[in-house]
């Protein structure tokens, strides 16, 4: 069975950095969608950013351009957030996703999820 692992999630104060890994066994990432979400208490599960193995295309939600970075090593078959200069509404349960199904990058219409990390931002 395919798995997705997030890992690398703690606290941070405002303005700090953590780096998100997303390692997947029994699937690999070639040519297919990989995106992180997140979601904060009460909210829906919000997309935050995507890369395309394929084309290596990234895109961004607009609250995380120029702060969030999305990376992949292919030898590790995994997947990196990188997060600069957080906030405190960058809080919540980061999740993983691969293989989407749908048109929209952030709507969370992927095939296969991790487990999720937790990122909690204090001011």
Known sequence: QA???ESGGGSVQAGGSLRLSCAATRVT???????????APGKERQ???????GGGVTLYGDSVQG???ISRDDAKNTVYLQMNNVKPE???MYY??????????WQPTYNY???GTQVT???
């Open 3 to 5: 798995q997705l692992v």
């Open 29 to 39: 990432y070639s040519r297919k969608r990989i995106a992180w979400f997140r979601q």
């Open 47 to 53: 997309g935050v950013a995507s890369l395309h193995t």
């Open 67 to 69: 702060r969030f970075i």
């Open 90 to 92: 960058d809080t919540g």
């Open 96 to 105: 993983c996703a691969a293989d989407q199904r749908g048109d929209d990058w």
């Open 113 to 115: 999820w991790g487990q």
């Open 121 to 123: 931002v204090s001011s």
